[in-house]
């Protein structure tokens, strides 16, 4: 994902997508989101409005992503 896509939409545009993580990514607590992992985007960076932030199944949440290390998934 390029971070112009994520410029042209909005935060409820990416709410509840699913995407793949392409690199691991650890939250300031220490846990970490391993590359290839399935995440749900919860939304936009309040500050980084060119990033987004994530949810992991096992509930790990981490702000800021770089959309570049996201593939959006098609949902049936």
Do not use: C
């Not at 590359?35 to 932030?53: E, S, W």
């Amino acid at each position: 994902m390029t971070t112009a896509f994520v410029q042209r939409n909005t935060r409820d545009f990416f709410n509840g997508k699913k995407a793949k993580l392409t690199v691991e990514y650890k939250n300031i607590g220490g846990e970490a989101v391993e590359a290839g992992t399935t995440v749900t985007i919860i939304g936009k960076h309040f500050t980084l409005k060119n990033h987004l932030n994530i949810k992991s199944d096992s509930g790990i949440q981490i702000y800021g992503i770089d959309p570049e290390h996201l593939e959006l998934l098609k949902t049936p």
